[in-house]
């Protein structure tokens, strides 16, 4: 880290000391697109939506797509992808525009958040679709929140799902649940203060909005609160620094929740937490204001993922993918491992 790291917002995990990355082992796809979070399906394989590129085999100009799904077929190190919606050669084209940093498979169904129609508008909604047919058609599920739901607050933007395992199996409970962080300002940069929201639906119940709930703060002991009424909803991850996008994944082997978020000026610093509830108590893993090798020419990094199918050696191993901008702006695998 350098000397202007910003101080973490919680304190350093007595149970993960640290994390190591091997970039000898990165593979790099799909040179133009980015975002690329990812879900562990039914079918064995992984899917993942990309952005503003032409996806596997495709370019930032070739095959270009505002939004698109691939599969990602095999395992950490010897895996094949292509485009299942969208991108160059598509198995099928895609029918709407926008960006998405969420993705699941539950039951064989595929849910996806759909913020905005492009980059600079993700804040105005967030939309729920599903797709039975594995990312190869979506319905607009008529869940939506937008600017304009909330009266004390701009709302969330670009929620992501927290990942257990293959099609949700391995799940806490009945229940899915969603980060997202909060608007503090309509531009499309770092918010200050950053503040995640924690949301949960019933899973037999994901396209009825009326049975959201919203995280409202801890009971004495460490329970969770929970309300119905979105104006009462309380942070459940905060840094001062900021926050922009975000990614969560259950590590069932180490039984530890993993949260990702981002907390300086756009594609550069990170955070890595672990938690024993999805609602914390919040732990610090890794915090760095440059994600990448300080030698390596380009260090802009927008999203960061955990593979929720990739982890190895009794869930101490893990791969990451990562975009970014410049030569990062890809699809990037990394392997790692977390330091007892």
């Not at 799909?30 to 996806?55: C, E, I, K, M, R």
């Not at 978020?261 to 204001?289: C, L, V």
């Not at 929720?308 to 990394?334: H, L, Q, T």
């Given at each position: 880290?350098?000397?202007?790291?910003?101080?973490?917002?919680?304190?350093?995990?007595?149970?993960?000391?640290?994390?190591?990355f091997d970039w000898?082992?990165?593979?790099?796809?799909?040179?133009?697109?980015?975002?690329?979070?990812?879900?562990?399906?039914?079918?064995?394989?992984?899917?993942?939506?990309?952005?503003?590129?032409?996806?596997?085999?495709?370019?930032?100009?070739?095959?270009?797509?505002?939004?698109?799904?691939?599969?990602?077929?095999?395992?950490?190190?010897?895996?094949?992808?292509?485009?299942?919606?969208?991108?160059?050669?598509?198995?099928?084209?895609?029918?709407?525009?926008?960006?998405?940093?969420?993705?699941?498979?539950?039951?064989?169904?595929?849910?996806?958040?759909?913020?905005?129609?492009?980059?600079?508008?993700?804040?105005?909604?967030?939309?729920?679709?599903?797709?039975?047919?594995?990312?190869?058609?979506?319905?607009?599920?008529?869940?939506?929140?937008?600017?304009?739901?909330?009266?004390?607050?701009?709302?969330?933007?670009?929620?992501?799902?927290?990942?257990?395992?293959?099609?949700?199996?391995?799940?806490?409970?009945?229940?899915?649940?969603?980060?997202?962080?909060?608007?503090?300002?309509?531009?499309?940069?770092?918010?200050?203060?950053?503040?995640?929201?924690?949301?949960?639906?019933?899973?037999?119940?994901?396209?009825?909005?009326?049975?959201?709930?919203?995280?409202?703060?801890?009971?004495?002991?460490?329970?969770?609160?929970?309300?119905?009424?979105?104006?009462?909803?309380?942070?459940?991850?905060?840094?001062?620094?900021g926050v922009m996008?975000?990614?969560?994944?259950?590590?069932?082997?180490?039984?530890?929740?993993?949260?990702?978020?981002?907390?300086?000026?756009?594609?550069?610093?990170?955070?890595?937490?672990?938690?024993?509830?999805?609602?914390?108590?919040?732990?610090?893993?890794?915090?760095?204001?440059?994600?990448?090798?300080?030698?390596?020419?380009?260090?802009?990094?927008?999203?960061l993922s955990f593979?929720?199918?990739?982890?190895?050696?009794?869930?101490?191993?893990?791969?990451?993918?990562?975009?970014?901008?410049?030569?990062?702006?890809?699809?990037?695998?990394?392997?790692?491992?977390?330091?007892?």
């Open positions: 880290m350098s000397a202007n790291t910003l101080y973490p917002p919680y304190p350093r995990s007595k149970f993960i000391k640290g994390i190591t000898s082992s990165r593979i790099r796809l799909a040179p133009g697109s980015d975002n690329w979070p990812l879900t562990w399906a039914d079918d064995g394989h992984q899917y993942t939506v990309f952005g503003d590129g032409g996806g596997f085999g495709g370019t930032n100009e070739i095959g270009r797509a505002s939004m698109g799904i691939a599969r990602i077929e095999g395992d950490r190190k010897d895996y094949k992808a292509c485009n299942v919606w969208g991108g160059k050669d598509a198995e099928h084209p895609a029918t709407f525009e926008g960006k998405s940093w969420g993705i699941i498979c539950i039951d064989g169904i595929f849910y996806m958040w759909r913020s905005g129609a492009a980059s600079s508008d993700c804040y105005e909604f967030q939309k729920l679709y599903k797709s039975e047919d594995h990312g190869a058609s979506w319905e607009d599920t008529c869940v939506e929140f937008n600017i304009n739901s909330f009266n004390r607050s701009r709302g969330f933007f670009v929620p992501t799902f927290l990942q257990f395992g293959q099609n949700y199996q391995g799940a806490r409970d009945n229940y899915v649940y969603m980060y997202a962080p909060e608007v503090k300002s309509l531009v499309w940069e770092l918010q200050i203060p950053g503040e995640i929201s924690l949301i949960r639906v019933p899973k037999d119940k994901i396209t009825s909005q009326a049975h959201y709930e919203f995280f409202a703060g801890n009971e004495y002991g460490g329970t969770a609160r929970w309300t119905h009424d979105g104006e009462q909803r309380r942070p459940v991850f905060y840094d001062a620094n996008r975000v990614n969560a994944v259950y590590n069932p082997a180490l039984q530890k929740y993993l949260l990702v978020t981002q907390h300086t000026a756009r594609n550069y610093g990170w955070g890595i937490y672990e938690a024993n509830e999805p609602w914390g108590s919040w732990k610090t893993i890794y915090y760095s204001d440059c994600f990448v090798p300080e030698d390596w020419e380009c260090k802009l990094v927008s999203y593979s929720p199918k990739w982890w190895d050696n009794d869930g101490w191993e893990f791969v990451m993918v990562f975009s970014g901008r410049e030569y990062n702006d890809a699809w990037n695998s990394i392997e790692g491992g977390f330091i007892i």
